[in-house]
T-cell receptor, first 113, second 112 residues
Framework: NAGVTQTPKFQVLKTGQSMTLQCAQD?????MYWYRQDPGMGLRLIYYSASEGTTDKGEVPNGYNVSRLNKREFSLRLESAAPSQTSVYFC????????????FGQGTRLTVV | KQEVTQIPAALSVPEGENLVLNCSFTDSAIYNLQWFRQDPGKGLTSLLL?????REQTSGRLNASLDKSSGRSTLYIAASQPGDSATYLCAVSYNQGGKLIFGQGTELSVKP
């Protein structure tokens, strides 16, 4: 009964380092999303993927890249981390037909020093 | 611009009280609206999903209503318990399988 799984749960990076956040879902959903959550800003969409092989920018895409590796997996990459990217990152998935709810992972808490 | 607002930002009530959380959205042409619960340091748990054609949804002690014409939704929690303490988030979608636009949440504290 895994749902949406994110790794790692915590990460500390130095400015300029790169890393990839991993996300996998086992619900056979077509759509996957990456959000960031910051105090006072709420959750903001970084990138999303409506289906395997497609990705689109959200509200705050600068400094990030994504890969929809297959239907299950959607990764988020920080090429050169900056302190402004310190945040909690959430991956989510949903079906893109009908009125279906979105399911979220447990989050990755990233600190860039 | 499509925006979602939740008022109040924080709410403290004694155990047993019935309460209402508010959500408003600027563009009434929503596809659906979803209420989430978030415990400190945790992910989001879906509570209720209301389709644009529906007026309300119920799950246990929770009841969510939707008034598209006025751009509002409310989450009613009956007989609140300390275990209900969490942040409650409202989010709207404007198309099928589309991205969610979130409010900033209401932090609820239920005192024993």
């Amino acid at each position: 009964n895994a749902g949406v799984t994110q790794t790692p749960k915590f990460q500390v990076l130095k400015t300029g380092q790169s890393m990839t956040l991993q996300c996998a879902q086992d619900m056979n959903h077509n759509s996957m999303y990456w959000y960031r959550q910051d105090p006072g800003m709420g959750l903001r969409l970084i990138y999303y993927s409506a289906s395997e092989g497609t990705t689109d920018k959200g509200e705050v895409p600068n400094g990030y890249n994504v890969s929809r590796l297959n239907k299950r997996e959607f990764s988020l990459r920080l090429e050169s981390a900056a302190p402004s990217q310190t945040s909690v990152y959430f991956c989510a998935s949903s079906e893109n037909r009908g009125f279906t709810e979105a399911f979220f992972g447990q989050g990755t808490r990233l600190t860039v020093v | 611009k499509q925006e979602v607002t939740q008022i109040p930002a924080a709410l403290s009530v004694p155990e047993g009280e019935n309460l209402v959380l508010n959500c408003s959205f600027t563009d009434s042409a929503i596809y659906n609206l979803q209420w989430f619960r978030q415990d400190p340091g945790k992910g989001l748990t879906s509570l209720l999903l209301i389709q644009s054609s529906q007026r309300e949804q119920t799950s246990g002690r929770l009841n969510a209503s939707l008034d598209k014409s006025s751009g509002r939704s409310t989450l009613y929690i009956a007989a609140s318990q300390p275990g209900d303490s969490a942040t409650y988030l409202c989010a709207v979608s404007y198309n099928q399988g589309g991205k969610l636009i979130f409010g900033q949440g209401t932090e609820l504290s239920v005192k024993p």
